[in-house]
Nanobody, 112 residues
Framework: QVQLVESGGGLVQAGGSLSVSCAAS????????MGWFRQAPGKERELVAL???????NYADYAKGRFTISRDNAKNTVYLQMNSLKPEDTAVYYC??????WGRGTQVTVSS
């Protein structure tokens, strides 16, 4: 059983930055790709970014150039650094281990 716990969400003004983290339990972290997803009110959950076990990354178009996903396999942790935030980035951000595990999410609110 894998548990994913997100932290670091909060309220930030438009144009600001925020970093969220996801700590994973268990011994499988370094074997799987990890992802960040988000879900805004009334919308479907969507991909933000993915990172492979060796650190190759892939981003949604809206995240390119503003968001950075990274991981520390020694700490079983994946990070998402978000810069130049916009009100439309407001959502619950979820961590995902690509073998099917999800965290409970952390709220990110960007005020205009």
């Amino acid at each position: 059983q894998v548990q994913l716990v997100e932290s670091g969400g909060g309220l930030v003004q438009a144009g600001g930055s925020l970093s969220v983290s996801c700590a994973a339990s268990g011994r499988t972290f370094r074997s799987y790709a990890m992802g960040w997803f988000r879900q805004a009110p009334g919308k479907e959950r969507e991909l933000v970014a993915l990172i492979t076990p060796r650190g190759s990354t892939n981003y949604a178009d809206y995240a390119k150039g503003r968001f950075t996903i990274s991981r520390d396999n020694a700490k079983n942790t994946v990070y998402l650094q978000m810069n130049s935030l916009k009100p439309e980035d407001t959502a619950v951000y979820y961590c995902n281990q690509r073998n099917g595990y999800w965290g409970r999410g952390t709220q990110v609110t960007v005020s205009s």
